[in-house]
C-alpha cells in the first residue's frame, strides 16, 4: 500500500524531469530557500487527482474515514473553512432557512450570505462567572425546530474555540427528526476519539457532516482539514460539488501529503503518543488548579487539551505602587514579551493556550512556570472592584435584514442611504458591515441586525484593552443602513 509521501520522496529523488506545473520544477538550487520543492508536484501520472480521486488519494481518504468512523472522508486543503462552506451550501437550498449557533465560525455566515439563507438563531448559554460562551441546549434545538419547521439543515460548533462541548448526540436525534441534516463544526476536536481522557467524535454521536482541522490540534500543516459525511439526510453528491468548487483546481500535494503522514501517525503510534500527552497535559492541568490569583477555567463539559487561564476579577501592582487592572492581553502581552510563550489567543478576561500530541515536557513546564511567577504578582479585586465583562458573548440583536438582502441593498439603494457613524452614534442602526475580534472569528455584529448598546459597548471595551476590531473598514466606525 503506498503512502503518498513516501511515493512523492521516491519521486523526487529519481531522475524523471518534469516539463509541467510547478514552476520550480524541483530545482533546490533556483531559490536557495530550504522549501520542499522536492515533493511539491502537481497531478501528475500516479499520483492521482483530488477531484476525481481513484487512485492513492482515494486510498488516503479512505484510511482517514475507517480512522474518523466515518461514512466518507475528504481532503480540505484550504482549512475547515472550505469544508463548512461546502457543507452549509451542499445542505440547503438558495434562499432557504438554516438553524445556527450563533457563536459559529464566520464561514458559516458567509455560507449564509452565499446561499441567501435566512438564519435562526440558536444562542448558547452564558457562563458569567467564567465569562465564556457555554454548550448549546439540546432543548433549545427542539424549541425552535418546532418553531421554524421549514429549516433546512442545523449547524453548531462544538467543542468551541475555549473548548466548551455540547451534546451531540441528542442534538442530532432531535435533528434527525425532522429528517434534517445536523452539521457539526469539530474543527477544534480533530484528536477526539483517540484516547479516553477526550471525548468521542461527533460522527459516532450521530452528525451527519463533520468537519475536522488536522492542523489545530494533531501533527499536520497548516490549513490542512477533513470533511466526514453519514447518514442519510444528506445530499452527498451536492457536498461533493461544492467542494471541487470551493477549493484549488491545483490541491497542494505537500499538504496532502502531511494529512496522510497525520493519519499514518495516529493508526500505527496513536495508543502510545495519544498516553504521553493526557499524562503530561493532566500534570499540567493539576499543577496549573494551585494558582492563587488566576485559574483554570473547566466546564462540565469540556476538551482537556484546551489550557484556559481566567484572570478575571484580578489586578497587577505597577513600579509607583499603584494597582491597574489585569485582562486577558494583558497576560498574553507578558507571556509572549517576557517569557517568549506565545499564547493561542486572548479575550477580555482570559487566555487560551492551545495543546497537542506534540507538546513537549519542556514546553509545559515553561508555562507553569511563567504562570506561577505572573500569578504572584497579582492581586485580587475587592468585591466593589470587579472589573467590567470583557466576553466574547455575541449579543443578541434584532435581525432586520439577511446578510444577502442587506448587500442587494448596498447595491441598489442611493449612495445617501449608506453612512459611516462612529461606534456611539451608530445604536440602534442597521449595519451593514461585521464585527468581531479574530480569533476567534465569532461576529458580533452581522449586516442586517439592528446595532445595540450592548454591542457597542463590548467593542469600545475591547478596544481599550487593545485589540483591534475586524470587519470594519475604518477603524471606530461602522458602516449603517438609513431607513427612511
Known sequence: ???LYKKLESYGDSDYYGFHMPGHKRNLDITGAKLPYKIDITEIDGFDNLHHAEEILEEAQTRAASLYHAGETHYVINGSTGGILSAVMGCTQRGGKILMARNCHKSVYHAVFL???????????????????????????????????????????????????????????????????LIVDEAHGAHFGFHSYFPENANLKGADVVVHSLHKTLPALTQ??????????????????????????????????????????????????FEEYTKLLEMTRKCLKELQNMKLVESEEYDKSKIVISVKGTRLEKEDGKFERFTGKK???????????????????????????????????????ALFE?????????????????????????????????????????????????????????????????????????????????????????????????????DKQIEVWINE
Open 331 to 369: 497576560l498574553y502581552d507578558i507571556l509572549l514579551r517576557e517569557y517568549h510563550l506565545q499564547m493561542e489567543m486572548a479575550a477580555g478576561s482570559y487566555i487560551i493556550a492551545m495543546t497537542s500530541p506534540a507538546d513537549t515536557k519542556e514546553g509545559m513546564e515553561r508555562l507553569i512556570k
Open 115 to 181: 446561499n441567501e439563507l435566512h438564519p435562526v438563531y440558536l444562542y448558547p448559554e452564558f457562563y458569567e462567572e467564567m465569562e465564556l460562551n457555554g454548550e448549546i441546549y439540546p432543548q433549545d434545538v427542539e424549541k425552535l425546530l418546532e418553531a421554524h419547521p421549514d429549516v433546512q439543515a442545523v449547524v453548531i460548533t462544538s467543542p468551541t474555540y475555549d473548548g466548551v462541548l455540547s451534546d451531540i448526540k441528542q442534538i442530532s436525534e432531535i435533528v434527525h427528526k425532522k429528517k434534517i441534516p
Open 1 to 3: 500500500m503506498d503512502r
Open 374 to 474: 505572573i500569578d504572584a504578582r497579582l492581586h485580587v479585586f475587592t468585591q466593589e472592584e470587579t472589573i467590567a465583562k470583557g466576553a466574547l458573548q455575541p449579543p443578541k440583536q434584532e435581525q432586520i435584514y439577511t446578510s444577502y438582502e442587506m448587500e442587494q441593498l448596498r447595491e441598489e439603494a442611493e449612495q445617501k442611504r449608506i453612512k459611516r457613524l462612529s461606534w456611539k452614534d451608530a445604536v440602534e442602526m442597521i449595519s451593514m458591515e461585521y464585527a468581531y475580534l479574530y480569533p476567534p472569528g465569532i461576529p458580533l455584529i452581522v449586516p442586517g441586525e439592528r446595532i445595540s448598546e450592548k454591542a457597542i459597548q463590548i467593542l469600545r471595551d475591547y478596544e481599550k484593552m487593545g485589540f483591534g476590531i475586524e470587519g470594519i473598514n475604518v
Open 224 to 273: 490542512t482539514a477533513l470533511i466526514h459525511i453519514n447518514g442519510e439526510f444528506v445530499n452527498r453528491r451536492k457536498i461533493r460539488q461544492y467542494l471541487h468548487m470551493f477549493q484549488t483546481s491545483s490541491p497542494s500535494y505537500v499538504l496532502m501529503a502531511s494529512m496522510d503522514e497525520c493519519i499514518r501517525l495516529i493508526q500505527e503510534r496513536g495508543n502510545e503518543i
